[in-house]
């Protein structure tokens, strides 16, 4: 599975920004695919997830309300849309699949040890 995420860019607090990963070679039945975000001198974590279907999703409580993910299967992408942006949203994003649980929640819980492919980040910068 390769897996490539665009979309960063520079915003003010406040802003909107829509993230993009583009798939290929994906031949499995079922999976989960997340974004995470990592941070200067921080560790990478969870932002949000969607199984297979994309009918289950599952949000990190700092982002919950403010970011959506959601899937074009015929464009093979999945998207973060990212509102009411905040510095402390700026991180460099990473989508990757999971391909063991296909559940949302599972990758929550396991978070970035528990995915199987990683894209490479793409950083979004908010100022205030």
């Known amino acids: 599975v390769q897996l490539q995420a665009s979309g960063g860019g520079l915003v003010q607090a406040g802003d909107s920004l829509r993230l993009a990963c583009q798939y290929s070679?994906?031949?499995?039945?079922?999976?989960?695919v997340g974004w995470f975000r990592q941070a200067p001198g921080k560790e990478r974590e969870f932002v949000a997830a969607?199984?297979?279907?994309?009918?289950?999703?599952d949000y990190s409580g700092s982002v919950k309300g403010r970011f959506t993910i959601y899937r074009d299967s015929v464009k093979s992408t999945v998207y973060l849309q990212m509102n009411h942006l905040e510095p402390e949203d700026t991180a460099v994003y990473y989508c990757?699949?999971?391909?063991?649980?296909?559940?949302?929640?599972?990758?929550?819980?396991?978070?970035?040890?528990?995915?199987?492919?990683w894209g490479k980040g793409t950083l979004v910068t908010v100022s205030s």
């Open positions: 969607a199984s297979w279907r994309g009918d289950s999703t």
């Open positions: 070679g994906l031949t499995f039945n079922s999976y989960a």
């Open positions: 990757a699949f999971e391909i063991s649980s296909a559940s949302a929640m599972i990758v929550r819980r396991r978070g970035a040890d528990g995915m199987d492919y």
